[in-house]
């Protein structure tokens, strides 16, 4: 794969074989693709969390008894008589005072699923909420769709998200040196990385946008096969809060390893395009 450097910018060794070199690593449409959907997704979470707190509960199946959640969050009364937040998985019942089931809102506790700090609106607002959420969701699918396609038909595309051979089979080297904190900048992104980024831009993005659907009566009755291929609408609004909390994590690993791995570095790569790389040659540089 070709990725063009755009000028060398100094020697990183005494004996002058390591070269940095700067390249453009992103065009304009997809640095504007990565801030406008980082936005729509913020939304998306924060609006998302005040609906899921008007029924604060998860089902499997086609119906909801109200009876048997697999999830809930909720508050009790303790022994003393004061109310716990509660959240309950299955049969383990966990106490999450402070955070879920019962928070602070406006120095009063309140019964909520989510604290009032991780919703949008803060305070409880469904029809808001929903309003928030389905307008985001109308500007964040499209784009989606349009960057997988565009991922899809085009060639240098495919090569720069789809891990080589060499990459497949130096994973767990990779994963290896991630653990211990050592990062390799390089023109090319490294099987790790082409590996999360296909599971959440070809897995979890779109089972977001079709369990998203799957809960719409509107969309029930114009594609009913949706509620067979994701069990049902309780079953779709569970894999829906799943996987949004399986992005969550892959935000956070993400932040987390853009700030220790060079944060000018990285932002500068999505702001400007420009990134630096270290390799032994120029054709290090070039070519991945």
């Known amino acids: 794969m070709n990725i063009p450097a755009t000028r060398i910018a100094a020697a990183s060794s005494q004996d ?3 070269r940095r070199t ?3 690593r992103h065009g304009v449409a997809t640095r504007l693709w990565h801030w406008v959907n980082a936005l729509c997704l913020f939304v998306l979470l924060t609006s998302g969390l005040q609906i899921f707190n008007a029924h604060p ?3 499997w199946g086609y119906d909801s008894s109200f009876d048997d959640p697999w999830l809930t969050m909720t508050a009790v ?3 003393d008589g004061e109310r716990i937040g509660v959240t309950r998985i299955a049969d383990y019942r966990f ?3 402070g955070v879920l089931g019962l928070s602070q809102f406006k120095g009063e506790p309140t019964v909520r699923g989510f604290p009032a700090w ?4 803060s305070g409880q607002w469904l029809a808001m909420g929903r309003y928030w959420h389905f307008a985001f969701a109308w500007i964040c699918a499209p784009l989606l769709i349009a960057y997988l396609t565009y991922s899809l038909a085009s060639g240098r595309r495919r090569r720069l998200i789809w891990p080589t051979a060499a990459q497949w089979k130096g994973l767990p080297r990779t994963i290896a040196d991630h653990a211990r904190l050592r990062f390799h900048h390089k023109a090319d992104y490294n099987g790790l990385q082409k590996l999360t980024y296909l599971i959440a831009l070809f897995g979890l993005l779109p089972l977001m946008i079709f369990t998203g659907l799957t809960m719409s009566p509107t969309m029930d009755a114009a594609w009913p096969w949706l509620l ?3 069990f049902g609408r309780q079953s779709a609004r569970t894999i829906h809060f799943l996987c949004a909390f399986a992005l969550v994590a892959f935000f956070i690993i993400h932040i987390v390893l853009v700030l220790i791995s060079g944060v000018f570095n990285n932002l500068r790569s999505m702001t400007t395009g420009d990134y630096k790389v270290i390799g032994d ?3 290090d540089q070039n070519h991945a």
Do not use: A
């Open 95 to 97: 106490n999450t005072t």
């Open 22 to 24: 700067v390249i453009k």
């Open 281 to 283: 040659s120029p054709e």
């Open 77 to 79: 009364r303790g022994p």
């Open 16 to 18: 002058g074989r390591r």
């Open 118 to 121: 991780v919703t949008l609106p």
């Open 57 to 59: 509960s998860l089902y």
């Open 228 to 230: 067979d291929v994701f």
